[in-house]
């Protein structure tokens, strides 16, 4: 596979200038001979559908909510960095590109994190201008804070909800677009495949989910902005309906996938409580701030903990990492929270969630100082678990809620399909092993406001694309195949709901390619994986029409797409011996428990090519080189 | 605990629908309003039935997705409160609960509890945004915004779009969410330029897609799941006013 990342020559810091002047343009008045497909309209989606739309071409963008400002971006918390260096502090874009590639310990492509970098700041201006009500002091003017994996205060935020505030100002943009009539809107239609034609990405085929019709849409060039996988987990942090879907399908079509096991883990969520769970709620990290992390020093210790004496409670973090505690990076401590769990000694129900203690915090500071930094957060917890944590620790457990890993993209957001674009969490490009918070509502309007637009006219321009209309044979012939799967799916005649199945493998990819993965493990699950899809095929049971609204019918269109993609996510776990960033090998790791590197075998992107059903995909190399950054040992010591 | 649900049925759009009872037994008082459904959705697939349709997505009460009508109720009885974030042991054992879809002639049931809430995005599509392009902005704090202003805008932008102001209405008014939308704006000096447009534009759009007046009882304010203040609603109507007068 030719994996030719077309990185412009020169200095990096004159890469993204000296390409946006060698790019080719198209005319304004020949702009609107050409129709862009833009799926999914999260932070990525909706800028660029609304930014290609305005700069005059025609788009059509989709979505499978009932409204394009429902998609996941909106659940972020915490805030969006941008290198504005607002508050004097030394902040630059060379300092936020290094952290970007420090934090995803050294295994992003550096060209395109320097342009991320780069593009920052107009991303505030942007969002400002267009009404997003960010933070301020009482100047008047913007308010910043500070972010894990970074010394300086470049986080803007709107309250506990800036991915809600900037995706209604990207949705707004949206909306306009489509009042003006140069944006059709697809609401409630998810896209089950892509149409290539003579090698490039052509249309797609999608189904209504209200009246359940297969149909194709055309066009010069398809944008897909379609989320994570972090649901391959089944209980994440994710929305329910967050699928891989698109992703897998176009890998199926010829797409590349990059880093599939770049996963990262958050150790600070509300645990789950039963087998009905449906979904985990993260909480800010800052809590581990005051909150003290113990567990029974017994196993299968079931007294409450106020019955449980300060000699026989494990403070895990304190004695197993003195000098940072219960501040110890958020991987050891998920692994240490883990470990004790998987010793028998965690709390609550199901026995998986150790204690986060603000009692000292309490009687040293006062219980006023406790909830005026975390009022908010506590409220929340005791929403979800009616326990009150100024009186009963908090119990907490660490929990899947992003992916780094995602389709393969060149510097100009091109998969390894002519024509077939990615953009934000879908792709793989700019986090490397681990994502700093912060990051990914930067990276996806980024890629929506600032870097597509400029990119797909060069496509455009560079390549002479006849009309492809839905007429065409290759239309006819996957939207054949999408049928015929569908109709799989609706007479497997068996009895396990996809609910159960789904379940089951967020079981398997959890405990063996989860927090801390091991060879015997994956290997394991390499075995596991192909034997639950072969027994879905046979067993699963579904209920209504595939010509009506049928929840169940996506529900087992996605869980058989994941059941695929887990396969790939094991192997690739199981390829990368290194441990880096997110991904934790347990052979591969210093004496204290800290990631281990392996420069030397692993300073690359692993990507992987379809290469039919029942074959092994077959493993690409993109090799990383560092031309501005020294490679070091990730260390917040 | 056990409990009795009443969930409302309905096929399709044009099918006339009626409650239809089921008993649910083993509820645990952890489980989120959601979660319990789907245990009974679960169960209703293993005996071969259709299980009950009804919209939910992010389920940590941001996205607006959920929308149900409890015991008469949007989103349940708890203020400041979405359907998702909706415990159990609110409830007691034995309980009977009325789950309903959004009732407004301009959210026409889909299927079940789904409703069709697209006149919501039309409402914005008519001015719910500042006219900007993307590039060729001013830097960002090149524009200062007293406090006091940034933060009612923001009171006004937490609005999630679910339509509970628009069940919880006797006339099904939607003046709560189009105040919200047209305040966010009001108050910042961004939104000044097309003020008088947005706010006419908008309450049009709002009429014309079947939404009631509003008599101001502030039912929507009650329901509001992030407590959007009723004086956006009194600012808009300052503004629309204002509009009508003087364009």
Same mark, same amino acid.
């Given at each position: 596979?030719?994996?030719?990342?077309?990185?412009?020559?020169?200095?990096?810091?004159?890469?993204?200038?000296?390409?946006?002047?060698?790019?080719?343009?198209?005319?304004?008045?020949?702009?609107?001979?050409?129709?862009?497909?833009?799926?999914?309209?999260?932070?990525?989606?909706?800028?660029?559908?609304?930014?290609?739309?305005?700069?005059?071409?025609?788009?059509?963008?989709?979505?499978?909510?009932?409204?394009?400002?429902?998609?996941?971006?909106?659940?972020?918390?915490?805030?969006?960095?941008?290198?504005?260096?607002?508050?004097?502090?030394?902040?630059?874009?060379?300092?936020?590109?290094?952290?970007?590639?420090?934090?995803?310990?050294?295994?992003?492509?550096?060209?395109?994190?320097?342009?991320?970098?780069?593009?920052?700041?107009?991303?505030?201006?942007?969002?400002?201008?267009?009404?997003?009500?960010?933070?301020?002091?009482?100047?008047?003017?913007?308010?910043?804070?500070?972010?894990?994996?970074?010394?300086?205060?470049?986080?803007?935020?709107?309250?506990?909800?800036?991915?809600?505030?900037?995706?209604?100002?990207?949705?707004?943009?949206?909306?306009?677009?489509?009042?003006?009539?140069?944006?059709?809107?697809?609401?409630?239609?998810?896209?089950?495949?892509?149409?290539?034609?003579?090698?490039?990405?052509?249309?797609?085929?999608?189904?209504?989910?209200?009246?359940?019709?297969?149909?194709?849409?055309?066009?010069?060039?398809?944008?897909?902005?379609?989320?994570?996988?972090?649901?391959?987990?089944?209980?994440?942090?994710?929305?329910?309906?967050?699928?891989?879907?698109?992703?897998?399908?176009?890998?199926?079509?010829?797409?590349?996938?990059?880093?599939?096991?770049?996963?990262?883990?958050?150790?600070?969520?509300?645990?789950?409580?039963?087998?009905?769970?449906?979904?985990?709620?993260?909480?800010?990290?800052?809590?581990?701030?005051?909150?003290?992390?113990?567990?029974?020093?017994?196993?299968?210790?079931?007294?409450?903990?106020?019955?449980?004496?300060?000699?026989?409670?494990?403070?895990?973090?304190?004695?197993?990492?003195?000098?940072?505690?219960?501040?110890?990076?958020?991987?050891?401590?998920?692994?240490?929270?883990?470990?004790?769990?998987?010793?028998?000694?965690?709390?609550?129900?199901?026995?998986?969630?150790?204690?986060?203690?603000?009692?000292?915090?309490?009687?040293?500071?006062?219980?006023?100082?406790?909830?005026?930094?975390?009022?908010?957060?506590?409220?929340?917890?005791?929403?979800?678990?009616?326990?009150?944590?100024?009186?009963?620790?908090?119990?907490?457990?660490?929990?899947?809620?992003?992916?780094?890993?995602?389709?393969?993209?060149?510097?100009?957001?091109?998969?390894?399909?002519?024509? @077939?674009?990615?953009? +934000?969490?879908?792709?793989?490009?700019?986090?490397? !092993?681990?994502? /700093?918070?912060?990051? %990914? &509502? $930067?990276?996806?309007?980024?890629?929506?406001?600032?870097?597509?637009?400029?990119?797909?006219?060069?496509?455009?321009?560079?390549?002479?694309?006849?009309?492809?209309?839905?007429?065409?044979?290759?239309?006819?012939?996957?939207?054949?195949?999408?049928?015929?799967?569908?109709?799989?799916?609706?007479?497997?005649?068996?009895?396990?709901?996809?609910?159960?199945?789904?379940?089951?493998?967020?079981?398997?990819?959890?405990?063996?390619?989860?927090?801390?993965?091991?060879?015997?493990?994956?290997?394991?699950?390499?075995?596991?994986?192909?034997?639950?899809?072969?027994?879905?095929?046979?067993?699963?049971?579904?209920?209504?029409?595939?010509?009506?609204?049928?929840?169940? @019918?996506?529900?087992? +269109?996605?869980?058989?797409?994941?059941?695929?993609? !887990?396969?790939? /996510?094991?192997?690739? %776990? &199981? $390829?990368?011996?290194?441990?880096?960033?997110?991904?934790?090998?347990?052979?591969?790791?210093?004496?204290?428990?800290?990631?281990?590197?392996?420069?030397?075998?692993?300073?690359?992107?692993?990507?992987?090519?379809?290469?039919?059903?029942?074959?092994?995909?077959?493993?690409?190399?993109?090799?990383?080189?560092?031309?501005?950054?020294?490679?070091?040992?990730?260390?917040?010591? | 605990?056990?409990?009795?649900?009443?969930?409302?049925?309905?096929?399709?759009?044009?099918?006339?629908?009626?409650?239809?009872?089921?008993?649910?037994?083993?509820?645990?008082?952890?489980?989120?309003?959601?979660?319990?459904?789907?245990?009974?959705?679960?169960?209703?697939?293993?005996?071969?039935?259709?299980?009950?349709?009804?919209?939910?997505?992010?389920?940590?009460?941001?996205?607006?997705?959920?929308?149900?009508?409890?015991?008469?109720?949007?989103?349940?009885?708890?203020?400041?409160?979405?359907?998702?974030?909706?415990?159990?042991?609110?409830?007691?054992?034995?309980?009977?609960?009325?789950?309903?879809?959004?009732?407004?002639?301009?959210?026409?049931?889909?299927?079940?509890?789904?409703?069709?809430?697209?006149?919501?995005?039309?409402?914005?599509?008519?001015?719910?945004?500042?006219?900007?392009?993307?590039?060729?902005?001013?830097?960002?704090?090149?524009?200062?915004?007293?406090?006091?202003?940034?933060?009612?805008?923001?009171?006004?932008?937490?609005?999630?779009?679910?339509?509970?102001?628009?069940?919880?209405?006797?006339?099904?008014?939607?003046?709560?969410?189009?105040?919200?939308?047209?305040?966010?704006?009001?108050?910042?000096?961004?939104?000044?330029?097309?003020?008088?447009?947005?706010?006419?534009?908008?309450?049009?759009?709002?009429?014309?897609?079947?939404?009631?007046?509003?008599?101001?009882?502030?039912?929507?304010?009650?329901?509001?799941?992030?407590?959007?203040?009723?004086?956006?609603?009194?600012?808009?109507?300052?503004?629309?006013?204002?509009?009508?007068?003087?364009?």
């Amino acid at each position: 596979m030719n994996l030719d990342a077309k990185i412009p020559s020169g200095p990096i810091q004159e890469k993204w200038d000296k390409h946006r002047f060698e790019m080719k343009l198209v005319n304004p008045a020949n702009k609107r001979k050409f129709d862009v497909i833009v799926v999914g309209t999260g932070l990525a989606g909706a800028s660029a559908a609304a930014s290609l739309a305005e700069l005059g071409y025609n788009v059509e963008a989709f979505c499978f909510n009932d409204s394009a400002r429902r998609a996941h971006s909106i659940a972020a918390q915490g805030g969006i960095n941008a290198a504005k260096n607002y508050p004097n502090d030394g902040d630059s874009i060379e300092r936020l590109f290094y952290d970007t590639v420090k934090g995803g310990d050294f295994r992003a492509r550096e060209a395109n994190v320097y342009r991320l970098a780069q593009v920052s700041s107009a991303i505030i201006d942007q969002c400002v201008a267009q009404g997003v009500p960010f933070a301020r002091e009482y100047g008047g003017l913007l308010d910043n804070r500070s972010f894990g994996g970074a010394q300086v205060s470049r986080t803007f935020y709107a309250r506990g909800q800036t991915g809600q505030q900037l995706l209604l100002g990207a949705y707004g943009a949206l909306m306009r677009q489509v009042g003006l009539g140069t944006v059709k809107m697809h609401v409630r239609t998810e896209m089950l495949d892509v149409v290539v034609v003579d090698g490039r990405a052509r249309g797609i085929v999608v189904r209504d989910l209200t009246t359940g019709e297969i149909r194709s849409h055309a066009a010069d060039a398809v944008v897909l902005a379609t989320g994570g996988y972090a649901n391959v987990f089944y209980l994440s942090t994710n929305a329910k309906a967050c699928n891989v879907t698109a992703g897998e399908r176009a890998y199926k079509r010829g797409a590349a996938f990059a880093n599939p096991c770049f996963t990262p883990i958050h150790p600070t969520c509300i645990p789950r409580s039963g087998d009905y769970q449906s979904k985990l709620t993260l909480m800010s990290e800052s809590l581990r701030n005051d909150g003290r992390g113990w567990v029974p020093k017994i196993r299968g210790d079931r007294r409450s903990p106020a019955q449980i004496p300060e000699s026989e409670r494990d403070y895990y973090l304190e004695r197993k990492y003195p000098s940072y505690g219960n501040l110890a990076p958020r991987d050891i401590s998920s692994r240490a929270a883990k470990e004790a769990c998987d010793d028998g000694r965690g709390v609550g129900p199901g026995g998986y969630g150790v204690y986060l203690d603000f009692a000292d915090a309490i009687g040293r500071l006062g219980q006023n100082v406790i909830a005026e930094r975390y009022g908010n957060l506590f409220e929340m917890y005791e929403r979800i678990t009616g326990e009150n944590p100024y009186q009963v620790p908090m119990r907490i457990y660490p929990a899947p809620h992003y992916a780094m890993g995602g389709l393969w993209v060149d510097y100009n957001l091109m998969s390894t399909i002519e024509g @077939l674009h990615v953009l +934000g969490e879908a792709n793989f490009s700019d986090h490397g !092993a681990n994502r /700093l918070g912060a990051s %990914a &509502l $930067m990276q996806g309007l980024a890629d929506g406001y600032f870097i597509i637009p400029y990119t797909i006219g060069h496509y455009f321009a560079s390549n002479k694309l006849g009309k492809v209309k839905t007429d065409h044979a290759e239309f006819k012939r996957v939207e054949a195949e999408v049928r015929e799967r569908i109709k799989r799916l609706t007479t497997a005649n068996g009895k396990r709901t996809p609910d159960s199945f789904h379940r089951e493998l967020g079981k398997i990819v959890w405990e063996k390619c989860g927090m801390a993965r091991n060879e015997k493990g994956l290997k394991e699950a390499l075995q596991q994986i192909p034997a639950l899809r072969e027994e879905f095929w046979k067993n699963l049971k579904l209920t209504g029409h595939s010509d009506d609204y049928n929840a169940v @019918l996506e529900h087992a +269109g996605r869980v058989a797409d994941f059941l695929e993609f !887990a396969e790939l /996510l094991c192997l690739d %776990a &199981l $390829m990368r011996t290194e441990s880096c960033g997110g991904h934790f090998r347990e052979e591969s790791q210093m004496a204290d428990g800290e990631a281990k590197r392996d420069d030397a075998g692993f300073s690359h992107a692993t990507v992987w090519e379809y290469a039919g059903a029942d074959k092994a995909p077959l493993l690409n190399k993109e090799p990383l080189t560092f031309e501005t950054v020294k490679l070091a040992v990730r260390s917040y010591k | 605990m056990k409990l009795t649900l009443r969930i409302w049925r309905q096929k399709n759009p044009r099918e006339r629908g009626a409650f239809v009872t089921f008993p649910l037994a083993d509820v645990s008082e952890h489980m989120s309003f959601l979660e319990m459904l789907d245990v009974l959705n679960e169960s209703l697939i293993d005996k071969g039935q259709e299980p009950v349709a009804f919209d939910h997505d992010c389920r940590e009460g941001i996205c607006g997705a959920c929308s149900l009508m409890i015991n008469g109720y949007p989103h349940g009885p708890l203020p400041a409160t979405t359907t998702c974030q909706l415990h159990m042991r609110h409830f007691k054992d034995g309980d009977v609960i009325t789950v309903e879809p959004w009732r407004a002639r301009a959210f026409p049931v889909l299927k079940d509890c789904v409703t069709d809430r697209s006149a919501l995005d039309r409402i914005m599509q008519a001015g719910g945004f500042v006219s900007v392009r993307t590039g060729g902005t001013p830097d960002a704090n090149a524009l200062p915004i007293r406090k006091k202003e940034a933060d009612l805008s923001m009171d006004a932008a937490a609005c999630i779009g679910c339509g509970a102001c628009v069940a919880a209405c006797k006339n099904a008014s939607a003046m709560l969410f189009v105040a919200a939308k047209v305040g966010q704006f009001a108050h910042l000096p961004q939104g000044q330029a097309e003020r008088k447009e947005r706010v006419r534009r908008m309450t049009g759009q709002m009429d014309k897609e079947g939404f009631g007046n509003c008599t101001n009882t502030y039912d929507c304010e009650g329901a509001c799941p992030k407590q959007i203040n009723r004086r956006f609603i009194a600012e808009m109507n300052r503004d629309f006013i204002c509009a009508e007068l003087t364009e």
